[in-house]
């Protein structure tokens, strides 16, 4: 969820945004509650050359949408994305432009199927502890209750991951009054294996903080980004969920994530080692855990026999994306598997995107095709 003014790349927004008029007609959404924000606008204000068509149209364009989380629930694909705003607040590297509000919540009956916007599940008012930034959520279902897991800084500027539950997909949400104990940082993703167990992945870098967790409490005076040198990266979180799924099951621990040679990605592996937006599938046995490499703009996937590794890195998911974020979610569905991520087509501004879907091939066995955008 992060961005840096200093190296945001915002690729040829004209063309694109003008055929997108026509497109997104053909692809109309409903929603059931008003929406809150105005409608995006192309951003004409710069001339552009000529495109070639994007990889896929934004599902919805009402409202501004990014790190789509995607489930089946109830024979329908339901998505949990951030729902962007125009905040007015100077970009930097700690994400503060990214002021997000509340949450909207999407559903179709197919990939290809019309999105209905469910108007918001969750608004930051209604989180007792919270202070600001409701950044990207995920969303798990279990004994008749759905779950929704959010970051958000608390009331000393602090990211924790909270939780709030509802009897149906749509929502609406009820948080519980406090954090979950021993979260921290950003990005919580939930995933729920075949022997029942349900793990959360969490963890981003520079404004998601996870760089001040090194001392096994909040520092703030450490510094803002990772280190830059040849030491290992900082990784990802995970940590196993109660069974009423609000707590952690045991510490906390940090995922390993190898080379090809069996040793520990390293900080200045910028192309390959975690950033940010973690995701865990699994398939074929096989787990694949799959982030983002945050200023190096890539999706990746490393593998595992286990869902806490350690993992051996793979390679490429998809390759940058229009904006500087990137942010996704991977589902099966009638037999094929999609991946749903974010760029930033409808706006030509990095903190103002849309989500997307496309599928998601794989090799013979078992590797993921890289996706050009």
Not at 190 to 215: A, C, E, H, I, P
Not at 274 to 301: A, P
Not at 302 to 324: D, E, K, N
């Amino acid at each position: 969820m992060l961005t840096s003014s200093k190296t945001q790349r915002l690729a040829p927004v004209l063309a694109a945004s003008l055929a997108l008029l026509g497109a997104c007609q053909s692809n109309p959404t409903t929603q059931e509650t008003t929406a809150t924000t105005e409608a995006p606008k192309a951003d004409t204000t710069a001339a552009a050359p000529a495109a070639k068509p994007p990889l896929s149209q934004p599902l919805i364009s009402n409202i501004y949408t990014a790190d789509p989380s995607a489930h089946l629930f109830e024979g329908k694909i339901y998505i949990y994305p951030s729902h962007d705003i125009e905040a007015g607040i100077p970009e930097n590297d700690k994400g503060d432009h990214f002021a997000m509000r509340d949450y909207h919540i999407l559903s179709m009956d197919s990939i290809n199927g019309k999105v209905t916007d469910h108007g918001v599940g969750l608004d930051i008012k209604d989180i007792p502890w919270a202070g600001r930034q409701l950044w990207a959520p995920d969303a798990a279902f279990k004994n008749g209750t759905y779950y929704l897991y959010f970051p958000v800084k608390d009331k000393q500027d602090v990211f924790r991951i909270g939780v709030a539950t509802s009897k149906t997909p749509a929502g609406p949400f009820k948080a519980e009054a406090t954090p979950i104990a021993g979260s921290f940082s950003i990005d919580p993703a939930v995933f729920q294996d075949t022997d029942g167990n349900s793990y959360m992945y969490f963890g981003g870098l520079w404004g998601g903080q996870l760089q001040r967790w090194q001392k096994g409490a909040y520092d703030a005076n450490a510094p803002e980004k990772e280190p830059s040198t040849d030491v290992p990266a900082l990784n990802a979180r995970v940590g196993k969920l109660s069974a009423d799924m609000k707590h952690f099951d045991g510490p906390v621990q940090e995922i390993k994530i190898l080379d090809e040679a069996g040793k520990p990605l390293l900080a200045s592996d910028t192309k390959r080692r975690f950033f940010e937006g973690g995701w865990m599938h699994k398939y074929q046995g096989k787990y694949y855990f799959s982030y983002s490499t945050g200023d190096t703009h890539l999706l990746v996937y490393a593998t595992s026999a286990t869902p806490t590794g350690p993992f051996t890195y793979q390679g490429v998911i998809m390759q940058p994306v229009q904006g500087w974020t990137t942010h996704h979610s991977i589902i099966e569905k009638d037999g094929k598997w999609y991946i749903f991520y974010h760029d930033t087509q409808l706006s030509g501004k990095t903190w103002l995107r849309n989500i997307k879907v496309t599928e998601l091939k794989r090799r013979a066995d078992g590797g993921i095709e890289t996706i050009v955008p």
